[in-house]
């Protein structure tokens, strides 16, 4: 029982940190305005890991990498702590079992980014219904305005409702089903 609240609590901190990581990651990819509660919100739940670490980690090409390293390197930190828990052990190949737990972190990331715009589509699209245009809506313009772009150039709104967030919703689950083969591949190999 103690174990398994452990796991939870774990799990669930992990993830959270992870995501917000990501949300600042794709924040600066995508030049999302971090002027808004959400943007200030990620950066101050963030800023206490991202500093240190771009200070180790310099951006390459725009891309933030040290909160994309940090993103990872929390990720995996945090499957090493489950399967510890769960009584795993490295085994004489200490090596490939680190390399199976950077490369199933890796996926995790790009699984949960694609989590990450499938939740943005779907708030834009709330948004989009009710009419309103609260504060936040800039910001899920941005996240999902280069996605929707190459969607909304081949398929033209029909009696004005603009069809592209769903096709990029099916994008994104056809996605999700290699990403997730993938990450099954690598568990079974590591």
């Known amino acids: 029982m103690f174990g398994q609240i452990a796991e939870f609590l774990i799990d669930t901190a992990v993830a959270i940190l992870v995501f917000l990581l ?32 771009r200070r180790i980690v310099p951006p390459l090409s725009g891309l933030d990498l040290a909160t994309w390293i940090a993103a990872w390197l929390v990720q995996g930190m945090g499957m090493y702590l489950l399967l510890s828990l769960r009584g795993a052990e490295l085994g004489a190949a200490v090596g490939s079992a680190l390399a ?31 009419g309103q245009y609260p504060p936040v809506a800039p910001v899920f313009d941005a996240l999902t305005r280069p996605f929707l772009r190459p969607f909304r150039r081949l398929i033209p709104p029909i009696a004005n409702i603009d069809l592209s967030p769903l096709f990029l919703l099916i994008a ?17 190999v590591g």
């Open 22 to 53: 990501l949300a600042r990651f794709h924040f600066q990819w995508l030049r999302v305005p971090f002027r808004s509660q959400v943007g200030e919100f990620v950066i101050l739940a963030t800023d206490w890991i991202v500093r240190p670490a």
């Open 172 to 188: 994104l689950q056809v996605l999700l089903i290699p990403l997730g083969h993938l990450r099954a591949w690598i568990g079974g």
């Open 100 to 130: 199976a737990l950077a490369a199933l972190a890796f996926v995790d990331l790009l699984r949960y980014s694609v989590y990450i715009l499938v939740f943005a589509v779907i708030v834009q699209a709330i948004l989009s219904w009710v």
